[in-house]
């Protein structure tokens, strides 16, 4: 993973864009924890192949899902297309 080698923990930071390619719920749950600290109102989270993808409300979906319940964050979807959803935490 390289988030570690990028952010390290503590780091006082804030993420605007993050580009997830995970594939897998757990990859991407283990990502969106990471970046927890980092991630803001407004922050843009990309994952590629959200929908159209074999097992898709299982992978990344289930994800961005957990993540925002565990955290209490409503997600506002701002671009989606055949395979990629851009999506950013709101204002309720």
């Not at 390290?8 to 990502?31: E, F, M, Q, R």
């Not at 924890?33 to 990309?46: A, Q």
Request: aromatic letters at 8%; hydrophobic letters at 35%; a negative charge.
């Amino acid at each position: 993973m390289l988030l570690p080698r990028c952010i390290s923990k503590g780091h006082k930071t804030t993420v605007t864009l993050s580009h997830i390619n995970s594939d897998l719920h757990t990859n991407g749950i283990h990502a969106l924890t990471y970046l927890d600290e980092y991630i803001v109102e407004g922050t843009r989270i990309f994952l590629d192949e959200y929908l159209v993808y074999p097992g898709w409300p299982k992978l990344e979906h289930n994800a961005l899902i957990e993540y925002s319940n565990l955290n209490d964050i409503t997600l506002r979807y701002t671009a989606v297309d055949e395979q990629k959803v851009c999506s950013h935490p709101g204002e309720n």
